[in-house]
């Protein structure tokens, strides 16, 4: 089999020595090595997690297939203290937001849909942006790398999990979505990615200009826009347009060193 043709599932059913024998074969491939192979837990029980290192970086073997990306809003029952926190901070900060927290989410949030898509091997860490933005896809090129698409990025950030965050559905109290701390944004994520991690340093670019994932530069945070809405930049389907906006405008030829890109290696 292709090494490109790994679906998640088939990745799921595998023991950990042939997991590990295929993670070793698509590291070869790619000019790479594995590091190691290891279970990592997931919202839908244990899940292999492979590193693999190439030219100095790490990289995290991403199975594809046909999965489900994206978040559905309509069948979202926010937490108790979701619920309060946008009603006592978001709408009594005199923001404008709509007064169902629904219609907040259907605005960053893209809707659920079925992608097809190719195993790859994206790299663990995101790079800060060496380039202005027109520019990093040629850059990656040159590298033998490129960026991931929206529906990559989202696939690779959720791992299948169709809950708000990667690590589950509400946010953790007492620690906040940047500086440091403790947290489950914090930890790797089912595939071994660090990734979604604060709001201020992981916003990151994709191969669409309008779709800017991973944080939102601190703009919720600096507004005081209130809890829930400073942990919405860290969901996993969350694209606020605003601030693909923000990078790819005026703004972002001066900013542009506060966004990332993670580099994505094809497999054969």
């Not at 029980?45 to 978040?71: N, Q, S, W």
């Not at 309509?74 to 005199?94: K, N, V």
């Not at 696939?155 to 509400?170: I, P, Q, V």
């Given at each position: 089999?292709?090494?490109?043709?790994?679906?998640?599932?088939?990745?799921?059913?595998?023991?950990?020595?042939s997991a590990?024998r295929f993670?070793?074969?698509?590291?070869r491939g790619a000019g790479?090595?594995?590091?190691?192979?290891?279970?990592?837990p997931h919202?839908?029980g244990a899940l292999?997690?492979?590193l693999?290192?190439?030219?100095?970086?790490r990289?995290?073997?991403?199975?594809?297939?046909?999965v489900?990306?994206?978040?559905?809003v309509d069948?979202?029952?926010?937490l108790?203290?979701q619920?309060?926190?946008?009603?006592e901070?978001?709408?009594a900060?005199?923001f404008?937001?709509?007064?169902?927290?629904?219609?907040?989410?259907?605005?960053?949030?893209?809707?659920?849909?079925?992608?097809?898509?190719p195993?790859v091997?994206?790299?663990?860490?995101?790079?800060?942006?060496?380039?202005?933005?027109?520019l990093?896809?040629?850059f990656?090129?040159?590298?033998?790398?490129?960026?991931?698409g929206?529906?990559e990025?989202?696939h690779?950030c959720?791992?299948g999990?169709?809950?708000l965050?990667?690590?589950?559905?509400g946010f953790?109290?007492?620690?906040?979505?940047?500086g440091g701390?403790?947290?489950?944004?914090?930890?790797?994520n089912?595939?071994g990615?660090?990734?979604?991690?604060?709001?201020?340093?992981s916003?990151?670019?994709t191969?669409?200009p309008?779709?800017v994932?991973?944080?939102?530069?601190?703009?919720?945070?600096?507004?005081g826009?209130?809890?829930?809405?400073?942990?919405?930049?860290?969901?996993?389907a969350?694209?606020?347009?605003?601030?693909?906006d923000f990078?790819?405008?005026p703004?972002g030829?001066?900013?542009?060193?506060?966004?990332t890109?993670?580099?994505?290696i094809?497999?054969?």
């Amino acid at each position: 089999m292709p090494h490109a043709d790994l679906t998640l599932a088939r990745w799921r059913a595998l023991d950990a020595a042939s997991a590990e024998r295929f993670a070793r074969e698509a590291a070869r491939g790619a000019g790479g090595r594995l590091l190691r192979l290891d279970p990592a837990p997931h919202t839908e029980g244990a899940l292999h997690r492979a590193l693999i290192e190439r030219d100095g970086e790490r990289y995290a073997l991403v199975p594809g297939g046909e999965v489900t990306v994206g978040f559905d809003v309509d069948g979202w029952q926010p937490l108790p203290e979701q619920l309060a926190s946008y009603r006592e901070e978001s709408l009594a900060g005199g923001f404008g937001f709509e007064d169902d927290p629904r219609a907040h989410l259907a605005r960053i949030m893209t809707p659920r849909r079925t992608v097809a898509l190719p195993a790859v091997l994206m790299a663990v860490e995101p790079r800060k942006l060496p380039e202005l933005p027109a520019l990093v896809s040629a850059f990656f090129a040159g590298q033998g790398l490129r960026l991931p698409g929206p529906d990559e990025w989202e696939h690779a950030c959720g791992a299948g999990a169709g809950t708000l965050f990667r690590w589950g559905g509400g946010f953790p109290s007492g620690v906040s979505p940047y500086g440091g701390g403790t947290g489950p944004h914090l930890l790797p994520n089912a595939f071994g990615l660090h990734i979604a991690f604060d709001v201020y340093e992981s916003a990151e670019m994709t191969s669409d200009p309008g779709s800017v994932y991973g944080g939102d530069g601190g703009e919720a945070a600096c507004g005081g826009y209130g809890t829930l809405l400073e942990w919405l930049p860290l969901a996993t389907a969350n694209r606020n347009p605003h601030t693909a906006d923000f990078l790819h405008g005026p703004e972002g030829e001066d900013m542009f060193a506060d966004f990332t890109a993670r580099p994505v290696i094809d497999l054969d």
